[in-house]
Each structure stands twice: as structure tokens, then as C-alpha cells.
Nanobody, 116 residues
């Protein structure tokens, strides 16, 4: 079965960085685009970034453009989100997502808290 397991979250000061990882299994990882989303308390889930199956194309939400970088290692079935210049408003649970034949799969999420 499809499994997505996020890791790498934590507590970081404003201006700091974290590298989030999402380990995938149960499907042909290299055939699918992958996404990162986030959900902050009291707010709706927000799309953050997307990477195509080969990693050749990436797209970002305006709120993170220039600060976050999505990447993938198809040999390790893992997608990453490098988060730099973090702001308090980046505080959220971060989820990776795969859309496989029209069905959305989600991991359990990893908490990112940006606070001094």
C-alpha cells in the first residue's frame, strides 16, 4: 500500500532553516509528481510546492518562493523540502502528497514551529 512518511520538522528561530523529508513506498515513485502542503492552526490547508516526476520542473506558492526549495531523489524514493529564512507565519504541519490515478495520498505530517 502507498505510504508517505514525513520527518525533519522541529522548533527553529526566525531566519533559521529546516530540511523536511518524505519517504515514499508502495508505488512507482519515479513516475509521479510530488507535492508539499501545510496546515496552520485556524487556517485552511495550503499548497506549498510541486516537483515533477523527473525533478525537471518545480513550482512554488508565492508565500515561499525564493525561500523554499523542493527536490527529490528517485533512487531513494524521497522528496525533500529545504526551508530557509523561516518566518513565524511558516509555522504549520507540513505534509507530502501524491496524486496516483486521481486518488490523493497523504503522510502523517511533520510539525514546523518558528518562534524565538
Amino acid at each position: 500500500q502507498v505510504q508517505l512518511v514525513e520527518s525533519g520538522g522541529g522548533l527553529v528561530q526566525p531566519g533559521g532553516s529546516l530540511r523536511l523529508s518524505c519517504a515514499a513506498s508502495g508505488f512507482i515513485f519515479s513516475s509521479y509528481s510530488m507535492n508539499w502542503y501545510r496546515k496552520a492552526p485556524g487556517k485552511e490547508r495550503e499548497w506549498v510546492a510541486q516537483i515533477t516526476s523527473t525533478g525537471g520542473t518545480t513550482n512554488y506558492a508565492d508565500s515561499v518562493k525564493g525561500r523554499f526549495t523542493i527536490s527529490r531523489d528517485n533512487a531513494k524514493n524521497t522528496v525533500y523540502l529545504q526551508t530557509n529564512s523561516l518566518k513565524p507565519e511558516d509555522t504549520a504541519i507540513y505534509y507530502c502528497n501524491a496524486n496516483i490515478y486521481g486518488r490523493f495520498y497523504w503522510g502523517q505530517g511533520t510539525q514546523v514551529t518558528v518562534s524565538s
